[in-house]
């Protein structure tokens, strides 16, 4: 786990460009720094590195360059299963015994097919002499991040962050309607980024750059005919699901140094904490916060968990003061904005998990392979009201008439996302539930005609998804899973130092889930039902029993409290008006419905504040 950087241009850079733009992810990779360039004919090829030491201590620099082939690679992330995959390189004379080696090697014989082999997260970048080519690439649920930058000469920069090629200044500052946009309704950036002229890879997609010329191409794609469904027996689900965790669980463990737990007391982190325990023992470190706030707490159900594992738990309890008291600092973690505003606990419980260990295990996604965010049910209901004359009329009337009042995911919150959030076609429909401002909501705030067309601009992955069946986790797989939750954890763990791996993501089980009948994941309003059948017998019921319950801060009391000046504050003077990214009146008019309870504008003020803070640190056109 690390942070690459580098350059393909015509002009050899300077050395001390090069590590400023290093240092903008030095957090990212705090243990070591390096920096290699190579000439191949009229081309400067400059790869740079931070280093967060997790395999091979020693021996384990990058960028890692090979005499023998006139090779190069750096590389961000772990590669779980590289000691399989070098023992099918035996002619290779191996340097080290690091992953990075291996995927180098790997690549070599085996072209970016080969990239498909990898079990793990990743984004690297691949230099081949003989070629005259650089491959970039990223892990197949977009786990780590990867934003590239076309430069005029033909060139290419790229980088884990934004930071690095913001230092770089190889082109004008300037923001982009469609990312502004994209950040607004999807709470980040799934495709392009909030600046214009830099794009983020997509997830498992490689990038091939020679000569001046690119081209993508998709190295791994969940084909429909490959996922065709098995079912283990009702009476085996909970065994089998069991098997291929525990499996999963050793694969994501390899380390060279010591692996933690995250323990929010929810369902998918108490599955790999009790799998994590039968397979190492008792007594690994885990990590969980609380919260002042009885409705957002969950950290009794953790301790509970800890005491059936017999993990080693630390507790944070958190008040909205210790959170609010260092928010700038926190927003200032964020490389580019992002709405989501479970970012602050996740940091919080990051920094925690640091103090003792490097690597953490947590539970990201398991509602998106098995089914368990609340919308999947929803979208039944919604489907059998559309068939009772009026229903929806009058769901739309009563979601008008209620208020949103504190508290986690309060009625009248969720009658608004229902009702209010109401569109056709199903697709487009759970975009909107998921989304931070709602279209309509976004269009008016920008006063104009919007640059994101959610129908045109993503009718491959709305196609994609409508053809794998039951689309709605499809769609989050793509969307959702990437550009919100795995970013936030991605940057709150990096600004800590901190490496958290997915073992419901690694490739074997995630393949698994996919592949498993619709019934054995949501039945009624039950979702994960797998995840609960497998553990009706290790854990009480009422951890099994209570619903869904997300990682989350109460936003509306916060913003109607303690943020009321500071929103204020921005609606009198902010770049957010100057550079005319929004309608200020409008924002005005909203301010005053989310006062009210009788809007649903939480994420979108939320929204504002971060932006607000981001714009300020940046000089933009």
Known sequence: MCGIFGVISKTRLDDVKLQQCLKRIERRGPDGSGLRVVQHEDWFIHFGHRRLSILDLEGGHQPLFDDSTSAMVSFNGEIYNYRDLRRRLPSVAWKTQSDTEVALHHWLKNGNSGLNDFDGFFGLALW???????????DRFGIKPLYCQKLPDGGLAFASELGPLLELGQAPLKLSPRGLEEYLFFDGNPGASIVEGIFQMEPGQALIWKSGRLQTEKYHQWETQNLKSFAPSERDAGDALWHELKKAVRTAFVSDVPVGLLLSGGVDSTLVTLAAAEEFGSGLPAFSIGFEEKSF?????????????????SVEMLTPQMMLSGLDESLDMMDAPLADPSFLPTLTLCRLARTKVKVVAGGDGGDELFWGYPTYWAHNTSERLRRVPGAIALGEAIARRTKIKPGYQSFGWKMKRLFGRWDDEPLVRHLRWMS???????????????????????????KLAFDRGFAPPWLDLQFYLPASVLAKVDRASMACGLEVRPPLLSNDFALWGLRLPDQMKLRGKTGKWIFREALKNKVPN????????GFAIPVFEWLAGPLRPRIEAILRDSPIWDLQLLDREVARRMWEELLTGSRDLQKTFWAVIVLDRWLRRQKFD
């Open 297 to 313: 707490d969950e950290s009794g159900f953790a301790a509970e968990v800890a005491k059936i594992a017999k993990v080693d738990l």
């Open 436 to 462: 931070g401002t709602d279209l309509p909501d976004l269009e008016e705030l920008r006063g104009k005609t919007l640059h994101l067309r959610v129908k045109n601009d993503y009718a491959r992955e709305l």
């Open 542 to 549: 009422a951890i099994l029993q209570r619903p869904k319950h």
């Open 128 to 138: 081949r002499s003989d070629q005259g080519k650089v491959v970039l690439a990223r």
